[in-house]
């Protein structure tokens, strides 16, 4: 059984995860930023972005994976428009401590390529890679892989879970000492401790083994964010954090007792299992500044953000009327809603927890997570509350505006973090997996 | 139809592409060099092969892909073993001109997920991204992807085929000028510009557009290696550049002869596809030393040249004897032949034609390529005969030992060919393509 490492206390655990989407979070972002709109597809933009975070002490960069071109994706730069492999790849070079998440799905690629490219960013990182595991839910995307639809919500959900299976016996199909390289003796690795996997099951037959031995931090960290009942017993059964969209602290708390609960279920200690809620902070000196920024953004992207809500709840946008309360039944009735139960169960349950019109809750979420637009007090008071309550292991920055938006949270909000003892001042152990605070991987041949 | 460019003497085009496998071409590199066994897991060891290729002024880097594990890959660091795609865009952000060139099979991978990877290499490098397009002969390989067996040889080309044929209009599913990027009035894309491609072939079911604009170059250089009479076609219809295995100057030059009279048959300019044979240099001040070099390496291998040799020409090894002729008889009479085509096809006419044993076949290929074990003149007198007399247009360079075997080529051998004005001193142009003298992709919508 699993137990926290001795060098990390609960006080300063709080884990922070910045994800780069787009130029920001904020579908206006690309108009409102200096920079050029082609910025998105440019390498110094996400060395720019890796290097704030490693200033600032953050756990790791968090990239999404789109497969498809959908209509929004030509008003704007598209979230996950590049493979986020390629680019987390390419700032494994510039850094030196920061954990890189990259988004892959399970639906759309095999298990035996997946195991092997995450393998390969671990090794060459020096065991900093992480792998956001999905199963990917955008109709459109089905129709560039030959598939008229998209499998169904349990069946992605089937395929996934075997895949886990097989990628998790890849990594570990060479053991810890694998490796010998005695150039005097000519041995290079001890064929016993190099194991086919054999798997053959539902969806997936792989014999294996890796190409790769194992990485130092034993396997990359798998990240996950299915908030469904299949989605959540996915999570506390393989993954090692989990990203979830939470509107309420209260939520927040639910969600994680849960997770930990379902955890144990699978023999698993309560804390392998790192709890993060999405959190759009939106930066002022002052709360005036903050919403004067918020409002620019929200008057550079027009009624984005509203279609942006219709397609995250499954409804037309004609059935979303500013100044009236969400549509929670016609949105509930929905019988063939195939997307992200995650983002429109939070949304629902803040809209009527707080019985907020759809304006109201445009603003109080950004695009889904939950927002803080305010000073760097603000931002710091609400990870502070939420952290030193139970609610999370920490959040998934989702900025606003990039890269500035980050700038201002490493230089305004971490300091601040810092002061109040939450959040450490350096980085961890030896690997992103040290960092996280999870324990090591159990080093037996599999 | 295309011209060569301006700026481009045929005098001094000669281009230079490298090759990372493992830690060096020859199977007792691991034993023989300075550094740790593990180095082909480590970046720095990639960082520094990737600066000497660019001190050189070498036209691009190469890594080949390994999608299974077999026998021989525990006994010495494993060709391929990361995924390529990783390594070189962890090389794209410490490297400014060095073209990227990525091996990925069309057998195991999705069209789309190929295009979306190279495409966002290709941006990240600002145009410096090759896709080395792959069938896949490994029938170890099949067993990692659910197969339990390889498809024929034919099948896997007409799959390639159509697979290019997806991936080239994906990457230009946008048009030249499609990404406006106006801040001010809000336009992003231009939607006349960026169109789905509705492919139903046989093979595959595509509808795009790809998530990507299209790259500085228009798109990736196109790289392949196909022998057989389907794999020849494929690359005169559709390859930039062609690897291949050449191990006498005349075969060399029929081979690109044919190549270039297939691609005019295709309405192709015969300089749009330059072809590159493989080249082992075994480097030393004095030939004394170039054969000391290459004796303490066969002696730090073994009997493995041996065995690769025979899996090569597809007989089991004790079929050769070192002291006897290569047994082309029965070599050429095994019907269920499976692998590669390029491989067998040169070592069988070398040994033909100079009636070599087993032994001699050895010192002179390098597990299939040529190779030349001598002096700095040595090399260059080879690379400029073979490349002045019509056979080459440049060459894909197989290094012994890495690094310190490119190194001296670099250091010894290149200011040689610049001597003799075939190499150039700078890099041309401001992308891969450009560099390679290749004309530029038309830039019309497709």
Redesign the interface.
């Known amino acids: 059984m699993n137990t926290p490492r001795e060098h990390r206390t609960p006080e300063n655990s709080l884990i922070l995860i910045t994800t780069a989407m787009g130029v920001g979070m904020h579908l206006g972002a ?2 409102y930023r200096t920079g ?3 910025d998105y ?3 110094e933009f ?2 720019h972005i890796a290097r704030s975070a490693e200033r600032g002490v953050l756990h790791g960069l968090f990239l999404a994976d ?4 959908s209509e929004e ?6 979230l ?4 986020p ?3 987390l ?6 850094t030196d401590r920061l954990g890189l998440v990259a988004t892959s799905s399970t639906t ?3 298990p ?2 997946l195991a ?2 995450f393998s ?2 671990d ?4 065991g900093r890679a992480g792998f956001n595991v999905v199963t990917t839910f955008v109709p ?1 995307v089905a ?4 598939a008229s639809d998209l499998p169904q919500h349990d069946n992605r959900y089937a395929r996934a879970e075997e895949a886990m299976d097989v990628i998790t016996a890849l990594w570990h199909s060479w053991g810890q000492d694998a ?5 005097t003796s ?1 041995v ?2 001890d ?1 016993e401790q ?1 194991r086919p996997i054999n798997h053959a099951g539902q969806h ?10 194992r990485t130092r931090q034993g396997r990359p960290v798998v990240f996950q964010a299915g908030a469904s009942e299949t989605g959540r017993q996915l999570a506390a059964r393989t993954a090692d954090a989990v990203f979830t969209v939470q509107n309420t602290r209260s939520a927040a708390s639910e969600f994680r007792a849960d997770l930990r609960r379902r955890a144990e279920g699978f023999g698993r200690h309560p804390d392998s299992v790192k709890v993060l809620p999405g959190l759009v902070p939106v930066i002022g000196r002052t709360r005036e500044e903050a919403r004067a920024r918020k409002l620019a953004l929200d008057e ?1 992207s ?1 009624d984005a953000e509203l279609r942006k809500l219709a397609l995250r709840v499954g409804v037309p946008v004609d059935a979303l009327d500013l100044d009236k309360p969400l549509p929670v039944d016609l949105i509930r009735a929905n019988p063939s809603f195939n997307a992200s139960h995650g983002f429109r169960d939070a949304v629902v349950r803040l809209a009527v927890e707080e019985n907020l019109t759809v304006r109201e809750v445009l603003y109080r979420n950004g695009g889904g997570h939950a927002q803080v637009v305010g000073t760097p007090d603000d931002v710091a008071d609400l990870i502070i509350d939420w952290y030193r309550n139970g609610a999370v292991d920490g959040f998934n920055l989702m900025i606003d505006v990039l890269p500035d938006g980050l700038d201002d949270f490493v230089d305004l909000v971490v300091p601040r973090l810092q002061d109040h003892g939450v959040f450490r001042t350096s980085y961890q152990g030896t690997t992103f997996r040290d960092d996280l605070g999870l324990s090591p991987v159990l080093q037996t041949v599999s």
Chains 1, 2 share one sequence.
Do not use: C, M, Q
């Open positions: 690309w108009r050029e709109a082609s597809l440019d390498l996400y060395k789109t497969l498809a071109l994706n030509l008003e704007r730069p598209n996950g428009a590049l493979d492999i390629v680019v790849s390419a700032l494994a070079s510039v759309f690629n095999e035996f390529n092997r490219r390969a960013l090794h060459l990182s020096g459109d129709a560039n892989f030959g490796l010998i390289g005695d150039k000519g290079f690795a064929r190099v997936f037959s792989v014999r294996g083994p890796l190409t790769l031995p550079l027009a």
